[in-house]
């Protein structure tokens, strides 16, 4: 993941009179220091799991893939989007840990990146994993990538290499809705609502494989390694006894010279590169937007937040310490700060983009989530988009918490994220445990981007609250006689087992309940991105007034 496009270069200029947060933490103690040091020992591992996602497959398929004068799909897309500009690349690591380890990055490179300064949403198979067919994992990495180019309005580049579905799994990536078909529709709704649909034909197009390029508004296929057809030779040979070559069948010359499914040849990548780029440049599409407000720097070095975070996550740490590292100029117009203490209120600039944030500051109380409600109701009307730091262990639960209606105050916010119309961006910070994931704009509530860091953790609850739950409710559901605690002990390790395995980073992303995992210093860049692709189509102001809570 690198830093986002083109953005202002930071000054240290001060906006203005809004109150500035000022930070508590010292570099120098040595808690900062015990926490600096796990961090970067988080760090280093997600490091080297992305170096590891980013080769693709196994040597014999790239030497194999190389051997052909084939390009890797990074290589590939470095050669389209703008020289010196970033890539925000998405789920590197889709598929992590699953498929018998053997689909990096799920076998598909999404992210966006910049073509003649115009954001374009890339999606580049990778033929060295699996001959770049699509896993469920690479289906929904896919449709996400598609997704967000919708919400965003970018331009979506193919780079097709690909056999298609993967078929021993084709009952879970042919028939359902958001399986292999969907990504046919979302191409189809795409080019309607005008937003391109290019692809670069770059080797196998076969069968469903066939209508990446098919829909496309425009194609380009490069002779000898691009080939488009419904059945490839073995089934024609089945089908109807004809032996014919893979060229001659679907080849670059039979699809721009005869059957018209190809516009343009090109006869080596490079020239396919140069031609998608003269493409993209004549397309009319908005480019990179210029921020509201001039940039500033934070007050406090982004790379400062693990040392902030606590190494052990019983113990909490101030939001508005990693607020302060994140906005600029540190500089932060906090909403009830006397209220709701534990989830933190205000706005502020990233990048020059006004933002509304949430911070979780630990448990939240019914005031929390009224105050919550209120602020994005505001948010809401004056269009300014909202940013949620997740780091929470739920709602608050017991007797007296019910009794004040912690059910209905929550509800009230879980129903104002999910009609809030203004772009919602999220970041997991800490825990993202309970129904605090979802008022907290968890996946399911449609943030434009989410992204998590190393630290975080999401599950219903956590291993030591699910292991107490669970034996508890069986040792309830005995007979007083019939009790064996040794198997209760069994069944708490069992628990404790299942819900750490599924809290873990790493099981999230590769099941992409997140865009991709992020390392702390680089939030204030990515986010600054998402908010300059959002700020090009602010979205409508809501339809409820604002209440107060
Ligand atoms: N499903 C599952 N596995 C597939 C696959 C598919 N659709 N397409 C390719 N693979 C696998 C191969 O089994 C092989 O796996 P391995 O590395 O574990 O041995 C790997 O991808 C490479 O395939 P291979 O045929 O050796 O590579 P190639 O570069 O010579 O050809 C294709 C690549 C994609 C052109 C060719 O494999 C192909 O035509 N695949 C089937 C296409 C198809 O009929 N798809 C139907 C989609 S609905």
Same mark, same amino acid.
């Given at each position: 993941m690198l830093p986002p496009l083109r953005l202002e270069a930071p000054t240290t200029r001060r906006l203005g009179s809004v109150p500035v947060l000022r930070t508590a933490i010292d570099p120098k103690r040595a808690d900062f220091r015990a926490n600096a040091d796990a961090y970067d020992g988080l760090i280093e591992i997600l490091r080297g799991h992305l170096s590891h996602a980013a080769v693709g497959g196994r040597d014999r398929s790239i030497e194999r893939h190389r051997s052909r004068g084939k390009l890797l799909p990074r290589e590939r897309i470095d050669r389209v989007v703008d020289a010196g500009s970033s890539f925000l690349e %998405?789920?590197? %690591?889709?598929?992590?840990?699953?498929y018998g380890d053997e689909a990096p990055g799920a076998g598909i490179v999404t992210g966006v990146g910049l073509v003649h300064s115009i954001p374009c949403m890339f999606i580049a198979n990778d033929a060295t994993v699996k001959g770049g067919s699509l896993l469920p994992a690479s289906i929904k990495k896919h449709i996400r990538a598609q997704e967000i180019a919708l919400e965003n309005r970018l331009p979506c580049i193919y780079l097709v290499d690909s056999g298609g579905?993967? %078929?021993?799994l084709q009952d879970e990536v042919f028939p359902d809705r958001d399986h292999f078909g969907g990504t046919f529709y979302h191409q189809a709704r795409m080019s309607a609502a005008g937003l391109p649909q290019l692809s670069v034909v770059l080797g196998g197009c076969t069968a469903g494989g066939a209508y990446v390029p098919a829909l496309s508004d425009e194609v380009i296929i490069v002779k000898n390694i691009g080939r488009i057809f419904l059945g490839g030779p073995p089934i024609v040979k089945a089908a109807l006894g004809e032996i014919v070559d893979a060229e001659t069948l679907g080849g670059a010359d039979v699809h721009t010279l005869q059957s018209g499914v190809a516009d343009h040849i090109a006869y080596e990548e490079p020239e396919a590169y140069a031609k998608l780029r003269d493409i993209v440049a004549h397309l009319n599409q908005p480019g990179f937007p210029e921020p509201p407000a001039t940039p500033v720097d934070p007050l406090y070095a982004s790379d400062e937040i693990g040392g902030v975070i606590s190494h052990d996550p019983r113990f909490p740490y101030d939001v508005r310490e990693i607020i302060a590292r994140l906005v600029d100029g540190s500089e932060f117009q906090e909403f009830k700060p006397r209220y709701g203490e534990t989830l933190i209120t205000g706005t502020a600039h990233i990048h020059g983009y006004p933002v509304g944030i949430l911070g979780n500051n630990g448990i939240i109380f019914s005031e929390c989530a009224l105050k919550a409600t209120h602020f994005i109701e505001m948010c809401n009307q004056r269009g300014t988009p909202l940013l949620f730091l997740q780091n929470t262990s739920g709602y608050m639960v017991g007797a007296e918490a019910e009794a004040r209606g912690i059910a209905k105050d929550g509800a009230k916010m879980v129903a104002s994220v999910a009609n809030a119309s203004v772009p919602k961006f999220t970041v997991l910070t800490g825990g993202s445990y309970g129904a605090g994931n979802y008022g907290m704009c968890g996946r399911g509530f449609r943030p434009r981007f989410l992204f998590a860091w190393p630290n975080s953790r999401i599950a219903t609850m956590s291993a030591e609250t699910a292991q107490t739950v669970l034996v508890d409710i069986r040792r309830a559901g005995l007979d007083a006689d019939r009790v064996d605690e040794d198997q209760l002990a069994a069944l708490r390790d069992e628990v404790a087992t299942q819900y750490e395995t599924q809290s873990d980073p790493y099981y999230a992303t590769s099941r992409l309940w997140d865009d991709g995992l992020i390392e702390p210093h680089q939030t204030r860049d990515v986010l600054g991105l998402c908010l300059a692709l959002a700020s090009r189509e602010p979205g409508p102001a809501g339809s409820f007034r604002v209440f107060r809570m």
């Amino acid at each position: 993941m690198l830093p986002p496009l083109r953005l202002e270069a930071p000054t240290t200029r001060r906006l203005g009179s809004v109150p500035v947060l000022r930070t508590a933490i010292d570099p120098k103690r040595a808690d900062f220091r015990a926490n600096a040091d796990a961090y970067d020992g988080l760090i280093e591992i997600l490091r080297g799991h992305l170096s590891h996602a980013a080769v693709g497959g196994r040597d014999r398929s790239i030497e194999r893939h190389r051997s052909r004068g084939k390009l890797l799909p990074r290589e590939r897309i470095d050669r389209v989007v703008d020289a010196g500009s970033s890539f925000l690349e %998405l789920s590197t %690591l889709a598929g992590f840990g699953q498929y018998g380890d053997e689909a990096p990055g799920a076998g598909i490179v999404t992210g966006v990146g910049l073509v003649h300064s115009i954001p374009c949403m890339f999606i580049a198979n990778d033929a060295t994993v699996k001959g770049g067919s699509l896993l469920p994992a690479s289906i929904k990495k896919h449709i996400r990538a598609q997704e967000i180019a919708l919400e965003n309005r970018l331009p979506c580049i193919y780079l097709v290499d690909s056999g298609g579905a993967f %078929l021993p799994l084709q009952d879970e990536v042919f028939p359902d809705r958001d399986h292999f078909g969907g990504t046919f529709y979302h191409q189809a709704r795409m080019s309607a609502a005008g937003l391109p649909q290019l692809s670069v034909v770059l080797g196998g197009c076969t069968a469903g494989g066939a209508y990446v390029p098919a829909l496309s508004d425009e194609v380009i296929i490069v002779k000898n390694i691009g080939r488009i057809f419904l059945g490839g030779p073995p089934i024609v040979k089945a089908a109807l006894g004809e032996i014919v070559d893979a060229e001659t069948l679907g080849g670059a010359d039979v699809h721009t010279l005869q059957s018209g499914v190809a516009d343009h040849i090109a006869y080596e990548e490079p020239e396919a590169y140069a031609k998608l780029r003269d493409i993209v440049a004549h397309l009319n599409q908005p480019g990179f937007p210029e921020p509201p407000a001039t940039p500033v720097d934070p007050l406090y070095a982004s790379d400062e937040i693990g040392g902030v975070i606590s190494h052990d996550p019983r113990f909490p740490y101030d939001v508005r310490e990693i607020i302060a590292r994140l906005v600029d100029g540190s500089e932060f117009q906090e909403f009830k700060p006397r209220y709701g203490e534990t989830l933190i209120t205000g706005t502020a600039h990233i990048h020059g983009y006004p933002v509304g944030i949430l911070g979780n500051n630990g448990i939240i109380f019914s005031e929390c989530a009224l105050k919550a409600t209120h602020f994005i109701e505001m948010c809401n009307q004056r269009g300014t988009p909202l940013l949620f730091l997740q780091n929470t262990s739920g709602y608050m639960v017991g007797a007296e918490a019910e009794a004040r209606g912690i059910a209905k105050d929550g509800a009230k916010m879980v129903a104002s994220v999910a009609n809030a119309s203004v772009p919602k961006f999220t970041v997991l910070t800490g825990g993202s445990y309970g129904a605090g994931n979802y008022g907290m704009c968890g996946r399911g509530f449609r943030p434009r981007f989410l992204f998590a860091w190393p630290n975080s953790r999401i599950a219903t609850m956590s291993a030591e609250t699910a292991q107490t739950v669970l034996v508890d409710i069986r040792r309830a559901g005995l007979d007083a006689d019939r009790v064996d605690e040794d198997q209760l002990a069994a069944l708490r390790d069992e628990v404790a087992t299942q819900y750490e395995t599924q809290s873990d980073p790493y099981y999230a992303t590769s099941r992409l309940w997140d865009d991709g995992l992020i390392e702390p210093h680089q939030t204030r860049d990515v986010l600054g991105l998402c908010l300059a692709l959002a700020s090009r189509e602010p979205g409508p102001a809501g339809s409820f007034r604002v209440f107060r809570m």
